[in-house]
């Protein structure tokens, strides 16, 4: 593929020349024009720079969402730095893990995480804090971002390559320390160029943006797509309160909403005025970062009538985006055929083809494949492989080269040799009333080696179910050698921030309580 701007600030220069009064960015009442954007970015770059900041040093966020997120973005870019979105959930120690891994020397950070950046920053592993907001400590290391950009630095834009490193997006550590991720502008590009292409979206086009920044699929798909169209964004601040979201969709007449499974659980449950559901301009809901339920799926589709939920695939380590379903042909528990200029294969253990419909190892290459992790060559190595991508998923691809996703491989459960695979006994599992999500792992026993293990989350407002009556249900769609042994209910599944559930959690409830066998 070819792509018309090589770094975040090229594309910022070029929608301020071509689209300078168009608003890019909403934020409550507040509107900055792609102008605006630039002037912006321009400054801060300028005060980045000045205060020590040069080619290829790592600067932290630990944002919220924000206008502030998005000027970072591109004043970076401008310097030639490399931009570390971290997870604003992390504690104090997970903080310092991210930042001494990376080597970032400059934080910017809003104020509601004061306490945490403070402490988790220390005095070694930052030579300056800029705060989205006014800090309560002040020290000769603090400064209000507003007051950054009052300062007016000339400096020259850092001569980049589409191909040098952008971002580094530290994965999830759902099974084990965090790697960062190392992601070009030519990998986010691929995935803004393809995604429009996939998804028919234009500059006239407005998203909404409440899931957070820093997660790859909000940063790539939620962010930079809609500025590389030259679209608007619609920032929310935060989740709470919720009615805030479909106020500002109406007002701001969003046409594109991104968002994760558990929004669109609790949307298709939502009594929303009849006003909302009439005037309403969206034509495309997109989820990702976890599976959709299919019982979701086709709720969103009998009360949304007149927009499509597109469910795709990916992964940090691929932009993030591999597949999504086009708005013209979407096919229920798939994720979709690949994207454009993206190709996925099936393969076995050998990394051999295999025929269509046959359940394997999910590889896949193309433009938006990470360079590799942050200075761990052997597990780059171990993941990459003559270019293509090792994702740890499991699935088969049908007649149309439409992707099902299976499992994780590592949560496949092998009891007496066969395989099991608690995705697909967790679908069922949904399904039965009172049941608001299930997950499903595996734990040792002496005589099958594993057996399947349901831990559940009820329904709001459910307190029991009939543990019989869902077993007899299971029985009816599933070979007995795939039922549960032992179902746990639970207040909660345990998540990560964008809603996945945390299985190594779960697995390692069962050694503390049981050591390894369950019983």
């Given at each position: 593929?070819?792509?018309?701007?090589s770094?975040?600030?090229?594309?910022?220069?070029?929608?301020?020349?071509?689209?300078?009064?168009?608003?890019?960015?909403?934020?409550?009442?507040?509107?900055?024009?792609?102008?605006?954007?630039?002037?912006?970015?321009?400054?801060?770059?300028?005060?980045?720079?000045?205060?020590?900041?040069?080619?290829?040093?790592?600067?932290?966020?630990?944002?919220?969402?924000?206008?502030?997120?998005?000027?970072?973005?591109?004043?970076?870019?401008?310097?030639?730095?490399?931009?570390?979105?971290?997870?604003?959930?992390?504690?104090?120690?997970?903080?310092?893990?991210?930042?001494?891994?990376?080597?970032?020397?400059?934080v910017?950070?809003?104020?509601?995480?004061?306490?945490?950046?403070?402490?988790?920053?220390?005095?070694?592993?930052?030579?300056?804090?800029?705060?989205?907001?006014?800090?309560?400590?002040?020290?000769?290391?603090?400064i209000?971002f507003a007051?950054?950009?009052?300062?007016?630095?000339?400096?020259?834009?850092?001569?980049?390559?589409?191909?040098?490193?952008?971002?580094?997006?530290?994965?999830?550590?759902?099974?084990?320390?965090?790697?960062?991720?190392?992601?070009?502008?030519?990998?986010?590009?691929?995935?803004?160029?393809?995604?429009?292409?996939?998804?028919?979206?234009?500059?006239?086009?407005?998203?909404?943006?409440?899931?957070?920044?820093?997660?790859?699929?909000?940063?790539?798909?939620?962010?930079?797509?809609?500025?590389?169209?030259?679209?608007?964004?619609?920032?929310?601040?935060?989740?709470?309160?919720?009615?805030?979201?479909?106020?500002?969709?109406l007002?701001?007449?969003?046409?594109i909403?991104?968002?994760?499974?558990?929004?669109?659980?609790?949307?298709?449950?939502?009594?929303?005025?009849?006003?909302f559901?009439?005037f309403?301009?969206?034509?495309?809901?997109?989820?990702?970062?976890?599976?959709?339920?299919?019982?979701?799926?086709?709720?969103?589709?009998?009360?949304f009538?007149?927009?499509?939920l597109?469910e795709?695939?990916?992964?940090?380590?691929?932009?993030?985006?591999?597949?999504?379903n086009p708005?013209?042909?979407?096919?229920?528990?798939?994720?979709?055929?690949?994207?454009?200029?993206?190709?996925?294969?099936?393969?076995?253990?050998?990394?051999?083809?295999?025929?269509?419909?046959?359940?394997?190892?999910?590889?896949?290459c193309?433009?938006?494949?990470?360079?590799?992790?942050?200075?761990?060559p052997?597990?780059?190595?171990?993941?990459?492989?003559?270019?293509?991508?090792?994702?740890?998923?499991?699935?088969?691809?049908?007649?149309?080269?439409?992707?099902?996703?299976?499992?994780?491989?590592?949560?496949?459960?092998?009891?007496?040799?066969?395989?099991?695979?608690?995705?697909?006994?967790?679908?069922y599992?949904?399904?039965?009333?009172?049941?608001?999500?299930?997950?499903?792992?595996?734990?040792f026993?002496?005589?099958?080696?594993?057996?399947?293990?349901?831990?559940?989350?009820?329904?709001?407002?459910?307190?029991?179910?009939?543990?019989?009556e869902?077993?007899?249900?299971?029985?009816?769609?599933?070979?007995?050698?795939?039922?549960?042994?032992?179902?746990?209910?639970?207040?909660?599944?345990p998540?990560?921030?964008?809603?996945?559930?945390?299985?190594?959690?779960?697995?390692?409830q069962?050694?503390?309580?049981?050591?390894?066998?369950?019983?």
């Amino acid at each position: 593929m070819s792509y018309p701007f090589s770094t975040f600030y090229e594309m910022a220069v070029h929608h301020a020349k071509v689209r300078g009064k168009k608003t890019a960015l909403f934020i409550d009442k507040e509107k900055v024009s792609y102008s605006e954007l630039l002037d912006k970015a321009d400054r801060f770059a300028g005060y980045l720079h000045h205060y020590g900041i040069k080619e290829g040093d790592r600067v932290a966020l630990f944002l919220r969402n924000s206008v502030e997120f998005v000027v970072s973005l591109i004043a970076i870019s401008k310097i030639g730095a490399i931009i570390v979105p971290i997870n604003t959930f992390l504690k104090e120690d997970e903080l310092s893990y991210i930042l001494e891994d990376s080597g970032a020397v400059f934080v910017i950070a809003s104020v509601i995480y004061e306490k945490v950046v403070h402490t988790g920053c220390g005095k070694e592993l930052s030579k300056h804090i800029v705060w989205e907001g006014d800090p309560e400590k002040s020290d000769t290391r603090n400064i209000r971002f507003a007051d950054a950009l009052k300062k007016n630095y000339i400096i020259k834009t850092a001569k980049q390559s589409i191909q040098d490193i952008a971002v580094l997006i530290y994965t999830s550590g759902t099974t084990g320390k965090p790697k960062g991720a190392m992601l070009s502008y030519k990998n986010i590009f691929s995935n803004s160029k393809s995604g429009i292409m996939c998804a028919h979206i234009t500059s006239k086009d407005k998203s909404i943006v409440f899931l957070p920044m820093f997660h790859s699929f909000t940063l790539s798909i939620g962010v930079v797509l809609m500025l590389y169209v030259g679209g608007s964004i619609v920032i929310i601040k935060s989740l709470q309160p919720f009615a805030n979201i479909f106020k500002q969709t109406l007002l701001k007449k969003v046409t594109i909403f991104f968002a994760i499974p558990d929004v669109y659980n609790a949307l298709v449950k939502a009594k929303l005025p009849w006003y909302f559901m009439w005037f309403n301009s969206i034509r495309l809901f997109v989820s990702g970062a976890a599976a959709l339920q299919e019982k979701t799926l086709i709720n969103m589709s009998q009360k949304f009538k007149r927009a499509n939920l597109l469910e795709g695939y990916g992964l940090s380590e691929s932009g993030p985006a591999v597949c999504i379903n086009p708005p013209e042909k979407t096919k229920i528990k798939s994720v979709g055929p690949a994207m454009a200029g993206y190709e996925i294969k099936i393969v076995d253990d050998n990394l051999v083809e295999l025929p269509m419909g046959e359940i394997g190892d999910i590889i896949c290459c193309g433009d938006n494949i990470m360079k590799g992790y942050w200075e761990r060559p052997e597990a780059t190595e171990e993941t990459i492989i003559n270019g293509w991508l090792l994702t740890g998923d499991m699935g088969y691809m049908d007649e149309d080269g439409y992707l099902y996703i299976v499992d994780r491989k590592k949560d496949l459960i092998i009891s007496k040799g066969i395989n099991i695979y608690p995705r697909e006994i967790e679908e069922y599992v949904d399904r039965f009333e009172g049941v608001k999500v299930s997950a499903v792992v595996g734990a040792f026993d002496e005589q099958c080696g594993e057996i399947p293990v349901a831990y559940i989350e009820l329904e709001d407002g459910i307190t029991s179910i009939n543990e019989g009556e869902l077993k007899k249900y299971l029985r009816e769609h599933l070979a007995n050698y795939k039922l549960p042994k032992y179902i746990y209910i639970i207040e909660s599944l345990p998540k990560n921030a964008t809603g996945k559930v945390l299985k190594r959690v779960l697995k390692q409830q069962l050694l503390e309580v049981f050591g390894e066998n369950p019983c």
